[in-house]
């Protein structure tokens, strides 16, 4: 299927990926400059912005907040998910698609709605704003991903497995704990991994429902308020380090529940 | 399986299913409760009214707020596609199988800064002393720094960015599931490379390109922080104008109105769009 030359597809494919690596390096190149303004020409290497990044409290405090609400979002949806993935593969309850929809459907919904619907509902409860309401806005995004990814992994050949447990006496959470989630373990991280770096990413239900104490997206954006700055190159650099760290974890699971599919 | 085990799996998908009623139904009723509400100077009148949709129908900012959102968005879903064929095209018919992975991976990879810093990071790029600017005076391309961020141009721009990226994903997917030997059959009947393209490759792919456009649609029409950031207050798309009416005026029920037009403009792509809404290959 030759549709092109070969010159043009190369000369084209360098041009895209210019277009989309651009901002990235710029982003990490500029974080290393020496002097404030992240803007050509390129005066580093210097690690000044992340030192200046470290002695900045409110950055410090906002980042462990953000560790904070993912590790609690992520471990809840990923716990929920699995609950309900394993109810409804396993014990079939009648109108289990219902369920599943409905389980589904915050997924068509775009944040800024949850989050606005949220934040009135915490206002008609007259709960105050807090890191606890962005938590369960982060739970309510994040449970439909967990779930479907659970769920694709809990395949019925496994069912022998946790009968034949049963069989020999075990009783339901002995199942679970030493059948259903050691087989499904990869898919349970991979949702956790997941929905930690979706919280950790996420702004604009943290806007609606943070006070004062905000998660590390909500204080970057106030900072950029002050315009191009060298230290938000060096914040940007950190968030990005850390989600592919997450991303890259989540990913060498994913290849080992693959050839876990194959293999068996 | 007997009924005691079917009580056991309710047990099991309750707690979802209690948490998805209570964090995502119960607020869904409130918003369309409250856009029948009214705002009075500081207070809120919660006898139920439909003026708030009145007022969207009526109101000149809100319908030029809704239209600057669909054209930037429409622009995004034209630029993005037509960027993201050829790219996702060379990927899976120019590039031996094994790179295929690795060119992909690079793809995505902004996608993994995060969303604010990515639409900062475009202000790096565009901003009057930024990286474009400095080069091309510099090369002498040009006198005068270009006044490119805070414009309609840097909101698509950055938009058309993100979503390159996913149209690349699901175009490609797409591409990869057409049969290996279509091609070389349709040589061999005599069509050219030009014909196999337009009458075998492109209608077998067009699944990708509406998947593609229809998140770059749902997920555009939605951003704050993208318009916010790199297209500033110069003109307003409707989630700004939403914003404004929570942050600035208090008027709750006008933004639940809003948010509500936009779950139904979502709604209605989404039904217009269902029919090729797979990357499965139908039988």
Known sequence: MKVFNAGIAWAFGLVVYGFILLPVISLVVFSFQA????????????????????????????????????TISGVASTGLGFLAAYGLARHRPRGAKIVRAVIMTPLGVSYLVIGFGLSITANELALGKSLVLVTLGHIIINLPLAFAIILSQMREEDESLERAARD?????????ARIVIPVVLPGILAAFLLSFTLSWDEFIIAFFLADFDVTLPIEIWSQLRTGLDAKTNAAGTLVFAISLVALTLAYILSRTTQRRSKGS | MNSHVRWRGWVLVGPALLVTLG????????????????????????????????????????????????????????????????????????????????????????????????????????????????????????????????????????????????????????????????????????ASPLQVFLRVTLPLSIPGVVVGAFLTFVLAIGDYITPQIVGGGNELLLPQLLILQVSRRGDFPLAAAMALVLLVIVALVYAASSKNLTLERRK
Do not use: C
């Not at chain 2, 474009?132 to 950055?158: D, H, K, S």
């Open chain 1, 168 to 176: 020999l006496g075990a009783g339901e959470l002995t199942v679970i």
């Open chain 2, 23 to 190: 964090l995502f139904a119960a607020p869904m009723v409130l918003v369309i409760i409250t856009s029948l509400y009214r705002r009075e100077g500081a207070s809120i009148n919660r006898a139920l009214s439909l003026d708030n949709y009145v007022r969207i129908l009526t109101d000149a900012t809100i319908h030029q707020a809704l239209l600057n959102s669909l054209e930037v968005v429409a622009l995004t879903v034209a630029f993005s596609t037509l960027i993201a064929y050829p790219f996702a095209y060379i990927i899976a018919f120019r590039v031996a199988s094994k790179w295929q992975p690795l060119l992909l991976l690079l793809t995505v990879l902004p996608f993994w800064t995060s969303y604010v810093v990515r639409s900062y990071s475009w202000l790096l790029v565009l901003a009057k002393n930024g990286v474009i600017n400095q080069t091309l005076v510099e090369w002498g391309v040009l006198a005068e720094p270009l006044a490119m961020a805070n414009t309609r141009f840097a909101t698509v721009l950055a938009f058309t960015h993100f979503f390159v990226m996913v149209s690349t994903l699901t175009i490609y997917a797409s591409l990869r599931q057409i049969p290996t030997n279509l091609g070389p059959a349709a040589r061999d009947l005599g």
């Open chain 1, 35 to 70: 002097t404030a303004l992240p803007v050509p020409p390129f005066t580093g290497p210097s690690l000044r912005w992340y030192e200046e990044l470290f002695a900045d409290s409110g950055m410090i405090e906002a980042l462990a907040n953000s560790l904070v609400v993912g």
